[in-house]
């Protein structure tokens, strides 16, 4: 673990410095903080002009590539969130939310900790495609991701698992739980029309609950929570 403002100065440098200050005879040397030249083994008679040039040439590179890894550290980081990214949507892929799953069933497994997953799927969406054009599709699509990710604690994920299917991930939910929020997100995503440009369409949502077994499979309890939103749907047309 990195401990933010932790010290860097050996304990040896440390003591004698409060040697020092209890009054013990200690050279200034001794105390003096370490630099380059004691961490290369240097003394002062090497301290030449051109050995402390070239130790300040050394120092400069030094902080260049600090400055430099910050960068790639920092690029890395937007990388990976690129690639957890859906590309259409403000949520997660398939395949970063699948991962999120593996993540909380072995914390259930491990803690006991009931968790849940929801899938969703629009109704007759291809109608919005094929009467206002895909443009409109890929608003409602981003409409359904917004109102589901307003509608979740920091804890859920969102995600996106492909055409007009969605999933939220409901930490700390066993089923009855579940059942009651993935309600209360229908209705949200529901509630408003989609509008776009002239035209204003509602939305019409299903979905199946399925609690996390501890140490589940990702791809199997997403396919039964999946097949619970088909029987559903199924009762209800």
Not at 187 to 208: C, K, M, N, R, Y
Request: charged share 25%.
């Amino acid at each position: 673990m990195k401990i933010s403002g932790a010290r860097t100065e050996p304990f040896a440098a440390i003591r004698k410095r409060a040697l020092v200050r209890a009054g013990a005879q200690v050279s200034a040397r001794e105390v003096a903080a370490p630099d380059a030249a004691s961490f290369l083994g240097l003394g002062e008679a090497d301290l030449t002009p051109q050995v402390q040039e070239a130790l300040s040439t050394l120092m400069t590179e030094i902080d260049d590539l600090r400055n430099e890894v910050s960068v790639l550290k920092l690029r890395l980081n937007e990388a990976q969130f690129q690639a957890d990214q859906d590309v259409l949507t403000p949520v997660l892929n398939r395949r970063a939310f699948l991962r999120e799953m593996k993540r909380v069933a072995a914390f259930a497994q491990r803690y006991g900790s009931p968790a849940s997953v929801v899938f969703f799927d629009l109704d007759g969406f291809k109608s919005v495609n094929d009467r206002f054009g895909h443009a409109a599709g890929d608003a409602a699509l981003q409409a359904v991701a917004r109102r589901l990710l307003a509608n979740v604690r920091e804890s859920d994920v969102v995600g996106r698992m492909g055409g007009d299917e969605f999933a939220v991930l409901l930490a700390q939910a066993d089923k009855e739980t579940a059942l009651s929020k993935a309600a209360s997100l229908a209705a949200a995503v529901q509630d408003t029309p989609v509008e776009f440009g002239e035209w204003s369409a509602p939305l019409h949502i299903s979905w199946g609950v399925r609690e996390i077994a501890p140490g589940a499979d990702p791809e199997e309890a997403l396919a039964e929570a999946d097949a619970a939103m088909f029987v559903r749907k199924r009762r209800q047309t």
